[in-house]
């Protein structure tokens, strides 16, 4: 017996907001309505298959001004994996300074991105 699942989806690609039913039968999309664009689109069926996020936290700075510095990752990872880079990052600390767009941890966690700095820290 086939299955079939109609998921909806808000697109958050561009303001518009389109909302998005993407159709599965059988673990494959068979059908996208609602999407106004072919970007709108493409981040519905990537949702339903395998959502992603940019991850965007802080990090101690060890004798910074300030005492944070704020980080993101390069790029999206698996929104299953948000919570062991928050772990990772809540475990991390730099020494000041740091730059905008140092990178602070090369290939986290396997995922093929970077989390870079997006702010600065100067000495205290």
């Not at 106004?36 to 949702?47: D, F, P, Q, V």
């Not at 966690?109 to 820290?121: E, K, Q």
């Amino acid at each position: 017996m086939s299955s079939v699942r109609r998921i909806k989806v808000t697109c958050i690609i561009c303001p518009i907001g389109c909302e998005i039913t993407v159709t599965i039968k059988d673990g494959e999309v068979i059908s996208v309505e609602g999407a106004k664009c072919l970007r709108g689109r493409k981040y519905a069926i990537t949702e339903v298959r395998e959502p992603k996020r940019v991850v965007i936290s802080v990090i101690k700075c060890v004798g910074g001004d300030p005492p944070t510095v704020s980080v993101k990752t390069s790029g999206p990872v698996p929104k299953d994996r948000i919570w062991d880079v928050m772990r990772l990052l809540a475990r991390t600390e730099v020494k000041a300074p740091v730059e905008v767009g140092d990178v602070i941890i090369k290939d986290v966690l396997g995922l093929g991105v970077d989390i870079v700095a997006t702010r600065s820290c100067r000495k205290s």
